[in-house]
Structure formats: C-alpha cells, structure tokens
C-alpha cells in the first residue's frame, strides 16, 4: 500500500477510526488504539516508531481547510512514506481533478436511520466543550455552551449549568427536539441524497461507506465495512487491526446503551 489517502466525513460519524485503521493499514503497525476521550470514543492519533504523524507533516491527521482537495501536500520525508489526513469537507471533484498525484478516498455518508446517534454524537463533544467553559460567564463562553443553554431555556425552562449533571432523559429531549441537523453546513455534505454519486471518472479511487453499515456484524464475526476498507486499501486482516474495531464497536454499543438506549429501538 503505497498510496496516499484523504478521508472525509462529519465530526459525529467516526471518522477518526476510519483514519488510524487506515494508517495502521499503510505503515503495519500493529498497536492498541488509545482513546482521547472515551466519553464520545475519540481516538488519539498514534506514532510509528516513536515519529508522531503530525499536523506538521500532512500525515494521519485532520485538516479541517476547505480547499483540501486541491492544495493539500504530503511530506514525503523519513520514515513517512504514506499521506493519511481526515478531513470535514466532503469531497470536491474539481479541485481532485486538478491535482498532480493521485491520492485515494474514503467517506462517510449518512441517512435518517442515523440521525439520533449522529446528534447524540454532536451533543456529547459539545457537552465536553461546556465542560471546559466552567468558571466561565455564558458571555465568555464558548458557542456550544451558549447553544446548550440556550435550548434548556427553551425545552425545560431552566439554565444550563454543567456537562456533567445532564441526564439521559435531558438528552433525549435534545435530541428528539433537533430538526435542523440535515441542514447543518457540514452534514448535509454527507446525508445520502446530497452527496449523489461519485463521478465515472473518479469512481475507481473512492470508497464510499454508510455510517448505518459501520458496525455490522457478521454471524461468523467479520465486519463488512472493514472487509470493505481492506479491500480497497490493498490490507490484509490481522489480531490488532481486528480487535481495534471490535473494541471501538463494542465501547460504542455500550456509550449508547448507556446515553439513549432508545435509538437502537427507534
């Protein structure tokens, strides 16, 4: 696998895991993912052989500039042979058009029967940033903060205090009560009837995955949409790479087993 890789998706839909299972994929590496934050499964991006793959270099990491598609560069130095970014912007396929190499791409869209986990996803991450707004005025406060706080004035007639006393009946009132996500700027690159069909011309170096397919699990264990990633990438399955998903599904299942059991039932 000596092939470059961008990766696109929204912030909810995992695309932090689709990017070190690539990476581990491009350099075998063969490791325990290590999680930033468990409470909404960020993953940390890992070293090889002690080398972060840093913003620095364009490598296994997210770059978050509109115009990925056509400036970004790999700094091919050292050990760092292989480009693996991540990025918010969905695909554009002029500016693909444009570039002199040829990297591949993988993304992440996502349909109605996604919607909750998806919000769920977004209000955790936002929970954790009002988190790091205690002691803090709602004026000097971030917007997620001053967002939240607005909506408990507006749903249960109360102010927003802290991350960390929301309850699971609070939240699903959130989250039942959000109509605007399939309108937000960046998800609506990825929901399904937005995002069409990659053209002819391009079809070859794209892989287009299903945030509703992640985490299918086959009888026999396997995951199609890792058997999918493998195939496209050129990888070959192995214990690291396995158990990384399988932990990365199961720690999921149990944050929303844990949050809003209710989705998986909705």
Do not use: C
């Amino acid at each position: 696998m000596a092939q470059d890789y961008i990766i696109s998706s929204s912030r909810e839909h995992h695309g932090s895991l689709i990017t070190q299972l690539v990476g581990m994929i491009a350099y075998n590496a063969v490791f325990p993912f290590s999680y930033a934050d468990e409470t909404n499964l960020v993953l940390e991006y890992f070293t090889v052989d002690s080398a972060p793959l840093t913003i620095d270099n364009a490598l296994l990491r997210y770059k978050a500039d509109s115009t990925i598609y056509k400036d970004v560069e790999f700094d091919k130095t050292g050990y760092f042979t292989i480009g693996v970014v991540h990025t918010e912007n969905a695909p554009n396929y002029a500016h693909i058009r444009e570039r002199t190499d040829s990297p591949n791409f993988i993304a992440i869209t996502w349909n109605d029967q996604d919607q909750n986990e998806l919000l769920l996803n977004s209000y955790f991450r936002w929970v954790n940033i009002a988190n790091d707004d205690k002691g803090k005025t709602l004026e000097n406060s971030s917007t997620h903060t001053k967002w939240l706080a607005l909506r408990f004035r507006q749903l249960f007639g109360i102010d927003f205090t802290s991350g960390d006393e929301i309850t699971v009946d609070q939240l699903k009132s959130l989250i039942l009560a959000e109509s605007g996500y399939k309108s937000q700027y960046v998800a609506k690159q990825f929901y399904e009837p937005n995002f069409g069909t990659v053209p002819d011309d391009l079809a070859s170096r794209f892989l287009v995955l299903k945030y509703s397919d992640l985490f299918v699990k086959n009888s026999d264990g396997s995951y199609p949409t890792l058997n999918s990633i493998l195939a496209f990438t050129g990888g070959t399955i192995n214990d690291a790479l396995y158990k990384n998903y399988d932990d990365f599904a199961a720690a999921r299942l149990t944050f929303i087993n844990k949050w809003a059991p209710w989705i998986l039932t909705a």
